[in-house]
């Protein structure tokens, strides 16, 4: 090469250079071979990392890391958030009132040092999340972590608190070392200065340990071999690359990686080479919001009017646009979760009697204007996409829809300011139980938003307060689904849509299974 | 005049067109609009110029329609395949040339006007309002101009009317100059200076002696113009600052492309469209240049002669 090169035919300069892109692309499929042999992982996604702290991380990809690097006092079992498993508890009881939870910790549990875990760890490890005032402090807003002996750890909220045990397993609640932490300039005061050393040596009791972390480009977690967790982790190298979704699919297609996170499902029709698609329902749910304003508007403050958006939406369509996975729930809550109303409960389209709704309305040809953030894409569908669907739809029945896109951070001004008529957003739940959607209601955060004023409807103020209040599963599940009929009835919020979640990976790879909360365990992936 | 029989070098050219009648045709045209860059341009424009006016004729689809099946490719039925949303994407493109076309027209038309007229003023009258008037135009030169119509654009709203205001805030400032350096020129020309003396008003004396004399010049810029002006509008509506959605615009189109990087044919088309468009009124302001202002058409077309 160095002879075509030296200068006396510069016309062959470009053969060479398309000779050398060609042989760099096919070497990559080359590599694929060494994941099998040493019990490589590498799963490619896109970034949202600032630090591995679990004191201050709240981001998807932190999530995922911390959820490998520390074990949290209560989990999840594979995609199923409705109920709680043992963690680095083995067991836990909660107080009638739903103040107090204890818990009981598991024997014979180590860090990654070697050294015990104790109750002292779990109170200084739940204190620094409250101390730190960071991004996860709000799960425990209002609780105070006490050690009752060695083994037992009493957590007691200050209001009813039933959501708890579904907020612990959070990884950013994982349980870090004291002395560890503490030793290298760590508290559990606002002074803590441990981040830094979290973001190099993970100190936790997890499946793995960490071996490199950087935010823009890769993670490497490692094994840990003193793991005393029930399911031992079957790969001993993990790593994680920031890869936007178009190369995600690439890299998997040609063996580079053996999962990517990020497909949408446009996307993920047709692939090729023996690849798995797991596609399950994302936990965002993407509601249409009819402001009761009558300032705003006093056409959707019209409940008639309500009545014919409602009816005339063709929900099914709406579905196809986000493939495979996706479902609509019957209520807010996401069908997923505790408390979500059976799927029979969903509403469907009925053209005639929207139609007539609409005469109802007394207003002729009515129209209203849709806002939504137009740079905003939830699970890889994008809401301009939607947003056009719903104004074709709503056309269909009569109803005039101006669509107002705008770029996310003007509008979400709209939205919170409660401007918009029509608004299209979604909400992505804090944590995996229904009460964290009793923001809904009228007087509260998101029922503000449409204008639902505390007092609109005492029946359901009255319902959700009982709800929050409440504990045992089943009666909680009975009174979230009363709350959801009535809000489907009379409120100003119609649930549109929850996208899919699509996780690809390669054949040899087993138990992939996509949690709202983590997104994906890697400790709980195996190998065939 | 040295090279004045333009046509002895046209044989060079003609042996590719067929027929006695297009010949015919071809020799009645002058000779700057007989090369094949102007005859491409020309067809490529008139091709488009059709196509806003005969859209709901030759369009398939209603553009709106959402009613096919999403993401296929082109094919039977649907020769430019459809889109996310199952709307076909040559209907859309159709529709698109009814939106940007028409709406590049008519921002050059007030650019031409706007620019003209105030560079007119500036030049003719010289002094303090030369100086506001140039002044305000160095500053619009000043900013970006991409940059500066998104502001604009941003800071009105998000609509088409807005976006033709953005570029127009943009765009006058070169005619405005152009026009001001060519009336300074003329002014003192003793035509210019009879008819003052023979008690002209300033404005019958732009009218009758110094318009003719400027609009040559103008129209050359002006066409020239219509591709930027559409690429301008197109970037804006790329950018989300230009048409609403559901209208079928071709730079919304390319956004909605980049999108689905691998469903090639809902970027590609359009932004064929953009290509074509723009080219065809480069390629005519060009042959207009050449044709309106005979000095550079001698030696820009001596300097191609020599080359082929």
Sequence with gaps: ?528 | MKRSPEGAAKPTVEPGLEGTVKRGLLRRLPPAWRRPLAVTGGLVAAFWLVIVIAAPLLAPHDPLAQDLPRLTAPGAGHWFGTDELGRDVLSRVLYGARVSIPLALLLVAMSLLVGGVLGACAGFFGRWVDEVVMRIADLVFAFPTVILAMVVAAALGASLQNAVLAVLVVSWPSYARVTRGLVMGLRNREFVLSGRLLGFSAWRSLRVDILPNVLGPLLVLATLDIGTATLLLSGLSFLGLGAKPPTAEWGAMVADGTQQFDKWWIGVFPGLAILTVVLAFNFLGDTLRDALDPGTARTIGAEKERVA
């Design chain 1, 1 to 528: 090469m160095p002879r075509f090169s030296a200068g006396s035919y510069p016309v062959a300069l470009p053969l060479v250079a398309v000779a050398a892109l060609a042989l760099s692309a096919c070497s990559g499929g080359t590599s694929a071979s060494g994941s099998s042999a040493g019990k490589t992982l590498v799963v490619d996604t896109s970034f949202n990392l600032k630090t591995a702290d679990p004191g201050r991380e709240f981001e998807p990809t932190g999530q995922i890391v911390d959820k490998a690097l520390y074990e949290t006092l209560l989990s999840f079992k594979g995609s199923d958030v409705t109920k709680p498993v043992p963690g680095l508890a083995s067991s836990y009881e909660q107080s009638a009132d739903g103040k107090t939870l204890t818990l009981h910790l598991r024997a014979g549990a180590k860090f990654a040092d070697g050294s015990a875990v104790t109750a002292d760890d779990v109170v200084f490890s739940l204190n620094r999340v409250i101390a730190l005032k960071g991004n996860p402090s709000f799960l425990l807003d209002g609780v105070t972590v006490t050690k009752t002996d060695a083994s037992t750890v009493t957590l007691v909220s200050k209001k009813a608190n039933p959501a708890l045990p579904f907020i612990l397993p959070n990884p950013a609640l994982g349980i870090l070392s004291a002395k560890t932490v503490q030793a290298h300039g760590g508290s559990a005061t606002a002074t803590d200065g441990a981040e830094k050393y979290l973001n190099t040596t993970s100190a936790g009791s997890g499946p793995y340990t960490l071996t490199s972390f950087n935010t823009n480009t890769q993670v490497v977690l490692t094994k840990n071999p003193k793991y005393t967790g029930s399911d031992k982790p079957t790969y001993d190298k993990i790593v994680l690359r920031n890869v936007q979704a178009p190369t995600q699919k690439l890299n998997v297609q040609r063996g580079d990686s053996q999962i990517a996170l990020d497909l949408t499902s446009d996307q993920v029709t047709g692939l090729s080479g023996g690849l798995k698609v797991d596609s399950g329902a994302s936990s965002d749910v993407i509601f249409l919001l009819l402001n009761r304003n009558t300032k705003v508007s006093s056409t959707t403050a019209n409940a008639k009017f309500a009545e014919a958006v409602r009816k005339g939406i063709d929900y099914k369509s709406l579905l196809s646009l986000a493939g495979t996975g996706s479902v609509q729930p019957a209520g807010v809550i996401p069908s997923t979760f505790l408390g979500a109303l059976p799927a029979s409960e969903a509403a469907g389209r009925d053209l005639a009697g929207a139609k007539a709704a609409l005469t109802a309305s007394g207003i002729a040809k009515p129209s209203v204007t849709l806002g939504y953030a137009s740079d905003l894409t939830v699970d890889g569908l994008s809401l301009q996409t939607l947003a056009e669907r719903v104004q074709a739809q709503l056309k269909e029945v009569g109803i005039t829809v101006t669509l107002a896109p705008a770029p996310t951070t003007t509008e979400l001004d709209n939205y919170r300011n409660g401007k918009e008529q029509l608004g299209l957003w979604y909400w992505g739940p804090d944590y995996p139980d229904p009460s964290d959607y009793l923001t809904f209601l009228p007087g509260n955060l998101v029922g503000l938003r449409a204008d639902w004023k505390a007092g609109a409807d005492p029946t359901l103020t009255a319902l959700g307060d009982k709800a929050a209040t409440t504990i045992g599963d089943d009666t909680r599940k009975t009174l979230y689904e009363q709350i959801q009929t009535r809000m489907n009835a009379s409120g100003p919020f119609i649930p549109l849509m929850q996208p899919s979640r699509n996780t690809v990976s390669a054949a040899s790879v087993t138990g992939v299974a996509y949690n709202p909360v983590w997104t994906i365990d890697v400790a709980a992936l195996g190998a065939k």
